[in-house]
C-alpha cells in the first residue's frame, strides 16, 4: 500500500501511452519480458481486458491472436507463478509453441522495440533473427547508442535505431504524434496550421 501511494508499483506513464494506442487499435500484440502485470493494469484503466500468456500451458485454449483486441505474451512469466523464466540456461531456448508464436508474430507485425538491450534472453533474439521475411518495419528504441548484440540484431533486421531518453517520454510522444496524424487526416480538422507544425 505505502509503494502505492507513493507512486510505485502502478503503471507509468508509458504503460498508459501504450494502453491509449491498444485502445485506438494502433498496437495490438506485446511482447514483453516483465514479470509484473502493470501493463494488464494500465490496458485495464481503458477498458481493455487483454489474452495474457504467462506459460506455454495458457496458450492452449487462450483467445487466438486474431480474435484478440490485445495479446500480451509474456515470455518469462507471471511474478505470481514460480515457474517464472529467469536464469541464461532458461532463456537459452523457448518451448516449441512458444516459438511458434514467436515465429507469426515476427513475421506478420511490425516491431518497437523498447527497454531490452538484445544482450539477453539467446531465445527471444533466435525468434528474431529467424524471421523469414521484413515485411514490417523494426524500431529500437534506445537510451544512447545501441550496442553489442542489439545492435547487431537491429542491423540484421535493417532496423531503425530511435534515440530517446526514457520509455515515458518515447511512448508519449508516440501517442501524440499519432493522434496528431490521425486528426489531420480527418475530412476537414480543425486547426491545419497548428496540426502541420506539430
Not at 86 to 91: G, I, P
Not at 100 to 116: T, Y
Not at 181 to 198: E, F, H, I
Request: proline share 4%; glycine share 8%; net charge negative.
Amino acid at each position: 500500500e505505502e509503494d502505492r501511494e507513493e507512486g510505485r508499483k502502478i503503471p507509468t506513464l508509458g504503460h498508459r501511452a501504450i494502453a491509449r494506442l491498444v485502445q485506438q487499435g494502433y498496437i495490438r500484440i506485446i511482447v514483453t519480458t516483465n514479470f509484473d502485470r502493470l501493463m494488464e493494469n494500465a490496458l485495464r484503466e481503458v477498458g481493455i481486458e487483454p489474452t495474457v500468456i504467462t506459460s506455454p500451458d495458457s496458450l492452449q485454449g487462450a483467445e487466438p491472436i486474431t480474435h484478440s483486441t490485445c495479446y500480451i505474451l509474456k515470455l518469462h512469466g507471471d511474478y505470481k507463478d514460480a515457474r517464472i523464466l529467469n536464469t541464461d540456461e532458461e532463456l537459452d531456448t523457448y518451448p516449441g509453441t512458444y516459438n511458434a508464436v514467436l515465429d507469426r508474430i515476427c513475421d506478420e507485425h511490425g516491431l518497437i522495440v523498447c527497454g531490452w538491450s538484445g544482450e539477453w534472453d539467446h531465445a527471444l533474439r533466435a525468434a528474431i533473427e529467424r524471421a523469414p521475411n521484413r515485411r514490417y518495419p523494426m524500431f529500437w528504441a534506445s537510451r544512447g547508442d545501441l550496442r553489442g548484440h542489439g545492435a547487431e540484431l537491429c542491423s540484421a533486421s535493417k532496423g531503425v535505431t530511435v534515440s530517446i531518453s526514457d520509455a515515458d517520454a518515447f511512448f508519449g510522444t508516440l501517442v501524440e504524434q499519432v493522434e496528431t496524424l490521425a486528426q489531420s487526416q480527418q475530412r476537414n480538422p480543425v486547426g491545419v496550421d497548428m496540426l502541420v507544425s506539430r
